[in-house]
């Protein structure tokens, strides 16, 4: 993104959160966990990464983008009490026909192609992405492990991938990893599994889905998963009366009267995925890649290159304090480019100068807009209007999502622009939020189009970090 001048002055951000509380008479108690959230991360980020090098993981901007954007109402609508800063949850496709998903500790979520081909509607597919963004909240993953002997944490990060992905496919990643925990985790509980389905019945309800398109999609996958038995029902087991009690957990929610289901955007999913070629089988993919070849690769892999080569967001953060204005926690490999106006974190090769205008591809910038409305949403859109002097290619905002940050009332809006540096599609997450003095505060967060599902959470869990003095 390009920055044109600006009258502004440093200051800082706005939540990402916007929850809307609800009473689910069912309660739902986290099980005991010896680990540490930290810990989870490290897990995930750890198995993830064998994951990314075993399974074909799809680079496909629209399939990313369209689970990205189910994901983020998710997360977002996440109970308080479940709810860990630490988290990095990430949303990614995975390129096989087989109808399942799994989450990773600490947030990585990666869900089959086949899921989203035979799901009727949205609602299908955000029942199986809150059931499993449940385990990764309450921590099912560590939990189950606190119940085994221990182990370094380094030691079993791809044997729980392959157990917590289970099936056919956890055969694939748990290749060459020592069996050091044996079969116990191999699936989750029956116990877990109840708390997965009435957590992310509540979290569907809150995010403006029915819960009870979680209950039909397990009648499709038993439906729909062919000869051999339903892969993601054998690692997540039915723990009996399954659709009578998400159906009845329903009934005491408040459920919106029109709930996403057929939209466009998942129509429009559909439709691009039936332009691909077929999916392979997981028994497919084991079978080419013992062979040396690889099967069901789809779009490109790696970043697309932004000034320089552009490192991913380290899992570490580092807090600063920007004079008595604010505080905030960034990835730890991201630099602090200070200026009279504002203040950008961004990696190493993200950012320079263009035609002599500073410019950066990846992270997030922060700072205060003075205007003469005081009304929020005019302040914003004169906001814009100043970017789009520098981006003459900037969108114009759609509907403005509202939520809070610190006590304010605050705007959120997702943009797309043309990067003046790399010439590629990028997203602008835009946060805004008036101050007590009238001002506007405001965080933007960069990213190309391409890689928008990973930096969406790392700009909320940016965003919130903010801590304001005024």
């Known amino acids: 993104m390009s920055r044109a001048p600006m009258k502004s002055t440093l200051v800082a951000a706005m939540v990402a959160a916007f929850v809307v509380t609800t009473a689910a008479q069912t309660p739902v108690v986290a099980p005991k966990n010896k680990y540490s959230p930290a810990d989870d991360v490290k897990l995930g980020q750890e198995a993830a990464q064998q994951v990314e090098k075993e399974l074909p993981v799809m680079r496909d901007e629209q399939v990313n983008s369209y689970l990205n954007n189910i994901g983020r109402r998710l997360v977002e609508s996440i109970p308080a009490e479940f709810r860990h800063p630490e988290f990095r949850y990430t949303f990614t496709g995975v390129n096989l026909k087989e109808i399942n998903a799994f989450a990773l ?12 081909e035979k799901a009727h509607n949205e609602g299908e597919v955000a029942g199986v ?23 370094a944490i380094g030691q079993i990060a791809g044997q729980i991938a392959g157990a917590i992905i289970g099936g056919r496919t956890g055969a694939i990643i748990g290749q060459g990893t020592p069996a050091l925990i044996g079969t116990y985790f191999m699936k989750f509980s029956r116990e877990y599994e109840k708390q ?38 054998s690692d997540h087991p039915n723990p009996g009366n399954r659709v009578e009690y998400i159906t009845a957990e329903a009934k005491l929610l408040r459920v919106t009267p029109n709930p996403r289901r057929v939209t466009a955007e998942f129509q429009s ?47 570490r953060t580092t807090t600063y304090t920007e004079g008595n204005l604010f505080r905030v926690t960034v990835p730890a490999n991201w630099r602090e480019l200070g200026n009279n106006n504002a203040v950008t974190f961004a990696p190493e090769g993200a950012y320079g100068s263009v035609n002599g205008n500073s410019v950066f591809t990846h992270g997030v910038e922060l700072g205060v807009s003075r205007n003469e409305s005081h009304d929020l949403q005019t ?28 006590g304010r009332q605050a ?38 189009r391409e890689e928008y599902n990973v930096y969406a959470n790392v700009f909320r869990g940016v965003v919130r970090s903010v801590q304001l003095a005024k």
Not at 105 to 116: A, E, K, L, V
Not at 290 to 300: C, L, P, S, Y
């Open 105 to 116: 500790p600490g947030g990585p979520m990666y869900i089959n192609r086949g899921m989203i």
């Open 129 to 151: 992405m809150a059931h499993e963004l449940s385990h990764v909240a309450l921590r099912h993953g560590t939990a189950q492990q606190t119940k085994a002997t221990p182990y």
């Open 196 to 233: 997965a389905d009435i957590l992310g019945s509540r979290i569907m309800a809150e995010a403006g889905y029915d819960p009870r398109d979680m209950a039909n999609l397990f009648k499709t996958i038993e439906k729909e998963s062919g000869p051999g038995g339903p892969q993601f029902l």
């Open 269 to 315: 999913a559909q439709s691009h995925l039936r332009s691909l070629s077929p999916a392979p089988s997981a028994e497919e993919v084991a079978r080419n890649r013992n062979a040396g070849r690889t099967t069901g690769e789809v779009g490109t892999s790696g970043s697309r290159p932004g000034i320089g080569t552009i490192p991913r967001p380290d899992s």
């Open 379 to 406: 302040a914003t859109n004169e906001l814009l209007q100043s970017l789009r002097q520098g981006n003459p290619r900037l969108s114009s905002p759609g509907n403005y999502d509202r939520g809070s940050l610190g």
């Open 411 to 448: 705007l959120h809006t997702l943009l797309s622009n043309v990067s003046d540096a790399t010439g590629g599609q990028e997203v602008i997450d835009v946060y805004t939020a008036l101050l007590s003095d009238g001002s506007l505060f405001y965080v933007l967060g960069v990213a190309p």
